[in-house]
T-cell receptor
C-alpha cells in the first residue's frame, strides 16, 4: 500500500539558514501530496500541496516539488525564521482514499 | 469562524472513567476523521466517516465508539479509560473521501491518571 517516509529530526538551524526536510513516498498511481505544519500546542495546518507530477506547491516561502522519478516531495525554504519552529508532516492519501497517511513528523527548531 | 472545532481542548480523568470528545465542522465536508497523536507526534487514523457512514475503523479497541449524528458532527466516546489512551486526539474533515486536503481541529489533549 501507499506509504511515506520522512527524515528524522530534530533539525536545528540558525535564523536565515536554508532548510530541507526530505520526504519520499511509495504509491500506486499519482496521489496528491501534502505538507502539514503543527505549531506548538496547535492542530495541523495545511502548508502546501501538489496534485500531480512536476507540480510545485508553495506557501509562506516554503516549496516542494512532486517528483515521480525519485518519488520525492522534499520541503525547502531559503531562509528560515524563528517563527518557523514547528513539526512538519509529509502526507498522502492511500489507494482508495478515505484518510491521509502521515510521515513520522520532523521537528524544526530555529534559533536566533 | 472556526472551521473544525472540537471540545474540550484539555481533558484530565481517572482510569476507568468514560469520556466524550465532540467535533463539529462548518465546511460542508462529507468526510470526517479521528486521528490519535502519541507523545512522539506520530499520527494514526482511528476512524473515518463519510456522510454519517463508518468507512474506516483502524483496529481501534471497541472501548472507542464514534458517533456521527449528521455529516457536520463526529463525536468520540471512550469507555473504561486506560493510561495508554493518553494522547492528543484530532478531528478532521475533508471533501471527496480524502482526495483533497484535510482540515484539522485544535486537538484534545487527553490525560488519564
Amino acid at each position: 500500500g501507499n506509504s511515506v517516509t520522512q527524515m528524522e529530526g530534530p533539525v536545528t538551524l540558525s535564523e536565515e539558514a536554508f532548510l530541507t526536510i526530505n520526504c519520499t513516498y511509495t504509491a500506486t498511481g499519482y496521489p496528491s501530496l501534502f505538507w502539514y505544519v503543527q505549531y506548538p500546542g496547535e492542530g495541523l495546518q495545511l502548508l502546501l500541496k501538489a496534485t500531480k507530477a512536476d507540480d510545485k506547491g508553495s506557501n509562506k516561502g516554503f516549496e516542494a516539488t512532486y517528483r515521480k522519478e525519485t518519488t520525492s516531495f522534499h520541503l525547502e525554504k531559503g531562509s528560515v525564521q524563528v517563527s518557523d519552529s514547528a513539526v512538519y508532516f509529509c502526507a498522502l492519501p492511500p489507494g482508495g482514499y478515505n484518510k491521509l497517511i502521515f510521515g513520522a513528523g520532523t521537528r524544526l527548531a530555529v534559533h536566533p | 469562524d472556526t472551521a473544525v472545532s472540537q471540545t474540550p481542548k484539555y481533558l484530565v480523568t481517572q482510569m476507568g472513567n468514560d469520556k466524550s470528545i465532540k467535533c463539529e465542522q462548518n465546511l460542508g465536508h462529507d468526510t470526517m476523521y479521528w486521528y490519535k497523536q502519541d507523545s512522539k507526534k506520530f499520527l494514526k487514523i482511528m476512524f473515518s466517516y463519510n456522510n454519517k457512514e463508518l468507512i474506516i475503523n483502524e483496529t481501534v479497541p471497541n472501548r472507542f465508539s464514534p458517533k456521527s449524528p449528521d455529516k457536520a458532527h463526529l463525536n468520540l466516546h471512550i469507555n473504561s479509560l486506560e493510561l495508554g489512551d493518553s494522547a492528543v486526539y484530532f478531528c478532521a474533515s475533508s471533501q471527496g473521501r480524502g482526495r483533497t486536503e484535510a482540515f484539522f481541529g485544535q486537538g484534545t489533549r487527553l490525560t488519564v491518571v
